[in-house]
């Protein structure tokens, strides 16, 4: 557990999709949200709310703006590339800071059990590759400077050796930045990724027992030769890698109706391959 900063001052970092780290915020009692257990009806959410979000939360773009400079700058002080400001993980990371101010909590995981990697493989149908996450959060009456608020943030994140890590990480390739307000309380998440590849097309969110899936993909300098599907319940693969067709439709997926991560493989050397896992995806 980590808490840094002064009284009503908090944050957390996630190294990667697989390692959390929890820290508790007790913040007002506000609406309930509708039933969001499943991909479908997370993700319908959660565009509704960008488009229109909950009444009396707002974004501060100024300060996602500033986030964003100061972590390129800190990288660049490091001899690190910059990351590229991604609308599609921003908007990840807005519907999680909504989240959090909606339901009260503050956490990597929300009350449904999902992670950072689990927000991107459903809101981006596209993104193939590694995923991390800061947020922090801050309570009590604040002025609305938005400025002095990024810097704040920023600061304890690199005070913080967790945080400090996860922004000079020299993978990442893309950041999107959030920061979502409500009454007297602030929540800012990044969400950074590592983007090996995207899909052609972005993948549906939920396909029938037998049909065909396009997953060809194209990447900076690497394209995805083999998929799977991983079953997170279960902990497991179904079944052996798959090819990746060169037409639109891959081999039909005659696997158990359930929710899976698609899987790329992308090879390095005879017989060896990198794993970078894609969008969530339902059979039914």
Not at 147 to 160: D, E
């Amino acid at each position: 557990m980590l808490s840094i900063g002064r009284i009503g001052l908090n944050f957390s970092g996630l190294f990667a999709a697989t390692f959390a780290v929890v820290v508790s915020l007790t913040l007002p009692a506000l609406a309930q949200l509708p039933d969001i257990r499943s991909l479908e009806s997370y993700g319908n959410w959660a565009y509704q709310v960008l488009a229109q979000p909950p009444t009396g939360i707002g974004f501060m773009a100024n300060a996602e703006a500033d986030i964003l400079a100061q972590t390129n700058q800190t990288r660049a002080q490091s001899g690190l590339t910059s990351v590229i400001g991604s609308a599609q993980l921003q908007a990840v990371a807005r519907v999680h800071a909504i989240d959090m101010l909606e339901r009260g909590f503050f956490n990597h995981v929300n009350p449904e059990g999902r992670g950072p990697a689990d927000r991107v493989g459903i809101l981006d149908r596209s993104f193939i590759g590694t995923t991390g996450e800061n947020i922090a959060s801050k309570s009590g009456f604040f002025e609305r400077d938005e400025a002095g608020l990024a810097r704040q943030f920023h600061n304890n994140w690199m005070g913080s050796e967790g945080h400090r890590q996860n922004i000079l990480r020299g993978n990442w390739t893309a950041l999107g930045v959030g920061v979502a307000y409500r009454d007297g309380a602030v929540v800012a998440v990044q969400v950074f990724g590592n983007e090996k590849a995207r899909l052609e097309q972005p993948a549906p969110i939920s396909v029938r027992r037998g049909e065909g899936l396009d997953l060809r993909a194209r990447g900076g300098n690497a394209t995805p030769q083999l998929f799977d599907l991983w079953d997170p319940v279960r902990m497991r693969t179904v079944g052996r890698p798959m090819q990746i067709g060169s037409g639109l439709i891959d081999g039909a997926l005659a696997v158990a109706a359930g929710t899976y991560s698609v899987r790329f493989y992308f090879a390095e050397g005879a017989g060896r391959f990198q794993i970078f896992t894609g969008p969530r995806l339902i059979v039914r």
